[in-house]
């Protein structure tokens, strides 16, 4: 076997062909460079049975070979290579002469992970054509070296055990000199001292400054997305004295401080993410996700497949934070993903199954408000069209950017989602089921978009159902029934690690030997050892971290802010629905036509006293009347809500975990559905009055009686229109809320008191309070005078609630209020079952 001499500022070492060599920034690595440029595990060099080869780790700044960037390359004798540039970069030279061999300095992992630090999977190394290269199966396998995939740490220059942590191997973006005095502003804006072009930071965001005992402290300057220390929020103009080992997180920007330098790091994507034995235990104690770990190199694409039962759902809502597991850690760029979950999640992005887009919208009209909802408010709408145009432009969608989402085909939609997501520019982005419903052509365009954005810097999880692509990611998951791993690799390996040909045969394994334990026999592979071995060795960062209730995520603009742009684009989305605007003026005018067509002398006055009973003879046109009116009341308003948050869900808690306000939310709702609401029930209340007899003098309102009338009727749908919303937070499908909507109509009819005397009986006039219907015809009847329009019978007493009076009507309205504020306060409650499970802890 050739052996290989390596030449590098006078220095030679001849390579043995029977084992790898590391090269990077590494003190214990085989071949060290003193080169910022480097990345501290660079590259390797080993021998694969028929010729030397150059891996370059996914370092940050690359390994060159004639001016070409290179992943992989054959080497031998005049090959010359540049670590970090192609020009000036540390030249390394190949000869076949004879030098004294290197000697390997390893350290064990376990000494390497008692350092403090921040950890990083290291990545596969990358194939011109995209994909990542499996190892070589020649090569032998050392279990002390680090291989491809093999976690490592890096020890801090100068570093101790009280040295600050940095990220994974890359070295600081730049150094700014910071002097005792002086205060150092960060953000958007050009006249701060530290500019940060990124649009998720306020134009003045937060400053640096010494104290008089001359410590350091970082003070926030009412920023919109807030500023971070070691991932927790300080308070809105707060400021936090900071630490030797503490970390200032400002939008994709974290700062550190070391002697008099203030040292920058950008977050461009090039981050690690791993999951660490995480575990999901349902009521009952049963186990719907077991032990999974597994670690992501940067910059790549990871599909996870599995049959139906095998936790991919649940494995995701743990990957995100929205469902944490009960047992293990989730780690970004080895930074605790659920403890710092209110700086993280605006690097990471999320597209669920359904589209998060409102679908009457245009597609530049959906994004424009999306990014009003998660840029800072003083964002310059110049500023949010240009990065609404970047992004579609980047996934091609500039050409659809007028047409309404719901005209696009499948696969366009998906990008529609995806070009929300990518506004804010995250380094990690997670899909499920991108392709559920799409042909094949459409899933393949699908998936190259998706492996496009891996190449452009981003790593990429997708859940999918979909094999048919499976070989353009650079890793595959595959879950086995019960949620444990069946494998974790190349998916070009994956077939033949199950022993089948096909993946129907190996879902059919799955489904056929559900007791196998099929985790075991990954673990007991060799592609475990070389894939996910060496998981534990990933040190998390060790900050100190209050208790999870104490976050409270800062939102990315004021309560009135997103209420305002929630209420307009709400409005927008009502306004294009040609259809749903011709319901809301075609059902009330037939709910009020309906009830003219009960004549009956037209009159809705008491009548005149009999003679010969001496008794008032009941008026039975007016009782029908208001039982119409007040049907139609209550359909019409629950109506309009009953699906308004159920076809939202998806939307909501996507927008909700990205900072939105719950309360700003419902009152959007509330505010635009209530007047709408409330216009219906006077259209209503118009229609079935203005025709017929009513007292010339009201309770309230003096002469207006028709619309002191009217108003009961224009309460009464507000407070249908709440129960309806109260029916959308509960339901879980669109499905169930007709059976729901009918089943309220209908109780309402029965509890008016126009259909029988509900004063008097027992429990049942009780029941009757919880009934909006009930307080809205009360005070309706109380101006029209029901008690002597429909007298007792029998002798029975008068109902109290239709006392022709100002404080029977007062009280009657107040409840009516109450029941529908009740309402609001459950659907608040009920909204929150809906929110990322980590923001509610």
Not at 49 to 56: A, L
Not at 165 to 185: A, E, I, K, N
Request: glycine fraction near 10%; charged fraction near 20%.
């Amino acid at each position: 076997m050739p052996e290989l001499v390596l030449e590098l500022n006078g220095r030679t070492w001849t390579l043995d062909p029977s084992r790898q060599y590391t090269l990077g920034r590494d003190p214990q690595g085989d071949i060290v460079f003193d080169d910022a440029r480097v990345s501290w595990r660079h590259a390797t060099v080993s021998f694969n049975g028929r010729s030397w080869v150059v891996e370059d780790h996914g370092s940050t700044n690359g390994t060159f070979a004639q001016g070409q960037r290179v992943h992989q390359l054959d080497i031998g004798p005049g090959t010359a290579l540049h670590l970090g540039n192609a020009t000036d970069g540390p030249r390394v030279n190949v000869s076949g002469s004879q030098a004294p061999a290197a000697q390997p300095q390893q350290q064990p992992y376990a000494a390497q992970a008692a350092n403090p630090g921040w950890a990083q999977q290291a990545p596969q190394p990358q194939s011109p054509q995209g994909g990542r290269q499996a190892p070589q199966q020649g090569a032998p396998h050392v279990p002390q070296q680090q291989g491809p995939g093999e976690p490592y740490v890096q020890q801090v220059p100068g570093g101790g055990a009280g040295a600050p942590p940095v990220y994974g191997d890359r070295s600081p973006t730049t150094f700014h000199q910071f002097s005792l005095g002086r205060v150092m502003r960060i953000g958007r804006a050009l006249e701060n001292e530290l500019v940060v072009s990124d649009l998720q930071v306020s134009r003045h965001h937060a400053e640096f400054h010494s104290t008089p005992d001359g410590r350091m402290e970082i003070r926030d300057l009412g920023s919109h997305n807030g500023t971070y220390v070691n991932g927790q929020p300080i308070p809105k103009g707060g400021s936090v004295q900071l630490g030797p080992a503490d970390i200032v997180g400002v939008g994709h920007s974290t700062f550190r401080i070391v002697g008099d330098r203030l040292e920058e790091f950008v977050d461009t994507g090039e981050v690690s993410f791993s999951a660490r034995h995480l575990t999901v235990t349902v009521d009952g104690g049963k186990q719907i996700l077991k032990d999974v770990s597994f670690g992501v190199p940067e910059k790549s694409l990871i599909a996870v497949i599995g049959p139906s039962g095998s936790g991919k759902s649940t494995l995701l809502k743990a990957l995100t934070g929205y469902r944490p597991a009960n047992q293990g850690d989730v780690l970004y760029d080895n930074r605790n993903l659920y403890k710092q979950f209110a700086e993280l999640r605006q690097r990471i992005g999320l597209v669920p199954q359904d589209d998060i887009l409102h679908k009457e919208l245009t597609v530049k009209k959906a994004l424009k408000y999306a990014a009003k909802l998660r840029f800072p408010a003083d964002t310059t709408a110049a500023e949010r069209d240009a990065r609404i145009d970047e992004v579609l432009r980047e996934l091609k969608l500039d050409i659809h950017k007028e047409k309404k989402v719901t005209s696009l085909s499948g696969g366009q939609r998906k990008r529609v989602s995806v070009a929300l997501e990518l506004l804010t520019k995250p380094s990690l982005i997670f899909l499920d089921e991108p392709t559920s419903g799409l042909d094949p052509g459409m899933d393949r365009d699908v998936m190259q978009l998706l492996r496009g954005l891996a190449d452009d810097g981003r790593t990429v999880l997708v859940v999918t159902h979909s094999v048919a692509e499976l070989a353009i990611c650079d890793k595959l998951l595959v879950m086995a029934p019960g949620g444990a791993v069946a494998y974790f690799g190349p998916p070009e390996e994956a077939l033949n690690f199950f022993g089948y040909d096909t993946w129907a045969d190996v879902f059919s394994a799955f489904e056929n030997y559900r007791d196998y334990d099929w985790a075991g026999r990954w673990k007991g592979s060799q592609h475990y050892q070389m894939y996910a071995a060496d998981i534990d060795a990933i040190a998390p960062q060790s900050v100190q971290m209050p208790p999870m209730q104490a976050m409270k995520p800062p939102k990315p603009q004021g309560w009135m802010s997103q209420f305002v742009t929630l209420v307009r684009r709400y409005v927008s989305v009502i306004a294009s629905d040609k259809g749903f605007l011709a319901l809301t003026v075609i059902l009330p005018a037939v709910l009020g036509a309906v009830s003219l067509l009960i004549d009956s002398g037209n009159s809705l006055l008491p009548n005149p006293v009999n003679p010969k009973s001496g008794r008032i003879i009941p008026n039975g046109t007016a009782t029908t009347v208001l039982l119409i009116l007040a049907v139609g009341a209550c359909f019409a308003g629950a109506a309009n809500s009953v699906r308004e948050l159920i076809k939202e869900r998806v939307i909501y808690e996507r927008e909700r975990a990205t900072g939105l306000s719950r309360s700003a939310y419902l009152m959007s709702k509330v505010f635009v559905l209530g007047v709408v609401t409330v216009l219906q029930g006077l259209m209503v209340g118009v229609i079935g009055f203005a025709s017929r007899e009513i007292p010339k003098e009201g309770l309230v309102l003096g002469s207006a009686t028709m619309f002191e009338l009217s108003i009961p009727i224009m309460a009464l749908g507000f407070t249908s229109m709440m129960f309806g919303l109260v029916i959308s937070s509960l339901v879980k499908t669109a499905e169930k809320t007709m059976p729901l909507l009918v089943m309220f109509a209908i109780i309402q009819v029965v509890f008016t008191g126009c259909l029988f005397t509900l004063n008097g009986a027992v429990g049942v006039n009780e029941f009757s309070y919880l009934m909006p219907s009930r307080w809205a015809v009360a005070a309706a009847g109380a101006t029209l005078d029901f008690n002597k329009i429909s007298p007792p019978k029998d002798g029975g007493g008068t109902d109290p609630l239709w006392e022709h009076t100002l404080g029977a009507w007062s009280l009657d309205m107040i409840a009516l209020i109450v029941l529908g504020v009740i309402c609001g306060f459950f659907v608040a409650r009920f909204l929150r079952r809906h929110e990322p499970e980590v923001m509610r802890k």
